[in-house]
Nanobody, 124 residues
Framework: QVQLVESGGGLVQAGGSLNLSCAVS????????MGWFRQAPGKEREFVAG????????VLADSVKGRFTISADIAKNTVDLRMNSAKPEDTAVYYC?????????????????WGQGTQVTVSS
């Protein structure tokens, strides 16, 4: 069983930065992929970024490329999402997700483990 706890959400002005962190516990193998998803009011949950624990390979959604980065600290068992140049359309509940796979999936159905989510609000 894997437990995920997000932190770092809050209010940020447009153009500002925010760092979200996902604390991972219960993981016993390096063959996990970690993902960040978000869900804005009235919209479906969408993929934001993903990282492979074993290879360090990352994938970013086109909407956040050049602004967001994802990183993993194996020693601390955390996965961070750094949000730069935030836009009002980044406002959403952000979720950390995990599953055992050898690739980085953009589909939420491929992730079995989810955190409770953290709210990010970007003011204009």
């Amino acid at each position: 069983q894997v437990q995920l706890v997000e932190s770092g959400g809050g209010l940020v002005q447009a153009g500002g930065s925010l760092n979200l962190s996902c604390a991972v516990s219960g993981r016993t193998a390096n063959s996990y992929t970690m993902g960040w998803f978000r869900q804005a009011p009235g919209k479906e949950r969408e993929f934001v970024a993903g990282i492979s624990w074993s290879s360090g390979r990352t994938v970013l959604a086109d909407s956040v490329k050049g602004r967001f980065t994802i990183s993993a600290d194996i020693a601390k068992n955390t996965v961070d999402l750094r949000m730069n140049s935030a836009k009002p359309e980044d406002t959403a509940v952000y979720y950390c997700a995990a599953d055992r796979m050898d690739w980085i999936s953009k589909y939420e159905n491929n992730y079995a483990y989810w955190g409770q989510g953290t709210q990010v609000t970007v003011s204009s």
